[in-house]
Nanobody, 126 residues
């Protein structure tokens, strides 16, 4: 059974940084597109970033572009999300996901992902 386990969430002041990690088990990690999504209370799930397996391209949601960086280590089956210049609006539960998408369009859509982690809370105080 595939397991994705996120870590690194917490409470940080506005302007601060956090680094989220996602460890995958029993997964041919290098052949999966890895994504980060987030969901705030009362809001829909939102695309944050993706790392494509086939092209090694990375994509970002408009609201995090320039502040967040996704990276993956296929040898360690991990994907990370470095979050800088955090804002209170970044407060949400962050989820790691794995899927087989090979296009940018598909990578932005949460329902194209097959496996999900349990989520990690990120809270940014003003």
């Amino acid at each position: 059974q595939v397991q994705l386990v996120e870590s690194g969430g917490g409470l940080v002041q506005a302007g601060g940084s956090l680094r989220l990690s996602c460890a995958a088990s029993t997964l041919t990690f290098s052949t999966y597109t890895m994504g980060w999504f987030r969901q705030a209370p009362g809001k829909e799930r939102e695309f944050v970033a993706a790392s494509m397996w086939k092209t090694t391209d990375t994509y970002y949601g408009d609201v995090v572009k320039g502040r967040f960086t996704i990276s993956r280590d296929n040898a360690k089956n991990t994907v990370n999300l470095q979050m800088n210049s955090l804002e209170p609006e970044d407060t949400a539960v962050y989820y790691c996901a794995a899927g087989g998408s090979t296009s940018r369009f598909a990578a932005l859509l949460w329902y194209t992902y097959d496996y999900w982690g349990q989520g990690t809370q990120v809270t940014v105080s003003s």
